[in-house]
């Protein structure tokens, strides 16, 4: 999982059977201990990270994503209940969504964008990471889906399946992106079963889009996928799929706008639902 380019925890095996548990902020180690197996250093995991939280080791949102996931999994198989969640839309989107967590799902190349791509362009803050500090239910429901996603993939996409069935338009990914490959295989199967349902997202996740398409030679024609980017990057994009970038002043010259309203958008067929091979929406940094 990436944490924000660092290694937030790791276990070791050992040769005697026994694991060693450690646990890093910004690279530098503040807890190491060997464990008689691996199952017990797991078990302490969660504790300390718990730990250093209260005592102001971590603080950071990609840390507490992790924190939030480990949580909702241990839930999971304590058999307590668990749906999927969707959002009913926002003051942008007005439009179900489908969520993730941040950092935890989202590909390592989002730091490399910010930092690497764009010198001397300040990042503005992830959107994403607003909405689980702020909001400690979008927290919960966020990490629910995504063990969901993970572990029980078949009920996870039943209920996506049902939520599509109702829609005719949804969003994906306005927090977290895709987390492996066969998440984006039974999106695209669930999507050929719901042809009505009309559905946007953006992803970092270009490898597995590619791969995807080298096999089946296109996406579902309802999938309106953009390969997102920052400023000047360019996305592994072998086969011209559409892309976002980012502007800060004035919107380059051929390039789709975005309308600033996903519904509104979706209804008429302009920005990101309209986007086709080769084209680029540009996104006013916020």
């Known amino acids: 999982m990436f944490i924000d380019g660092n290694t937030l925890s790791t276990i070791e095996k050992n040769q005697d059977g026994s694991a060693t548990l450690k646990l ?3 690279k530098r180690i503040v807890f190491e201990k060997t464990y008689k197996s691996w199952t017990i250093a797991k078990q302490q995991e969660g504790k300390r990270l718990k730990e250093m939280e209260k005592a102001a080791c971590i603080v950071t949102i990609p840390e507490r994503c992790l924190i939030a996931f480990n949580e909702a999994k241990a ?10 969640h969707f959002s009913d839309g926002n ?13 935890v799902t989202c590909h390592g190349r989002c730091r490399e964008l910010c930092g690497k791509v764009a ?10 990471d607003k909405i689980v500090s702020r909001f400690p239910d979008a927290m919960r429901n966020y990490s629910e889906n995504t063990v969901l996603a993970i572990f029980r993939p078949d009920q996870y996409w039943k209920e996506v399946s049902e939520k599509m069935f109702t829609c005719r338009f949804m969003r994906l990914f306005v927090s977290g992106d895709m987390i492996i490959a066969g998440y984006f295989e039974n999106l695209c199967k669930t999507l050929i079963n719901n042809p009505h349902c009309q559905v946007q997202g953006f992803t970092k996740c270009y490898e597995i889009v590619n ?4 096999e089946n030679g296109k996406i579902p024609d309802n999938l309106h996928l953009l390969f997102s980017g920052w400023y000047e990057y360019k996305a592994i ?14 919107l380059p010259a051929g390039w ?4 600033g309203d996903c519904s509104a958008c979706a209804c008429v067929g302009l920005g990101c639902w309209k986007a086709a091979a080769g ?7 916020h």
């Open 256 to 259: 789709l706008s975005c309308g």
């Open 24 to 26: 890093y902020n910004k």
């Open 279 to 285: 084209d680029i929406v540009g996104l006013k940094r």
């Open 91 to 103: 003051t942008k989107t007005h439009i179900p969504s489908i969520d993730l967590l941040p950092h």
């Open 211 to 214: 791969k995807y398409i080298q």
């Open 75 to 84: 839930r999971l198989f304590a058999g307590q209940e668990m749906h999927v």
């Open 237 to 250: 994009n072998p086969f011209n799929m559409p892309e976002s970038r980012v502007y800060d002043d004035e």
């Open 119 to 128: 010198p001397g362009k300040k990042c503005a803050p992830c959107y994403a």
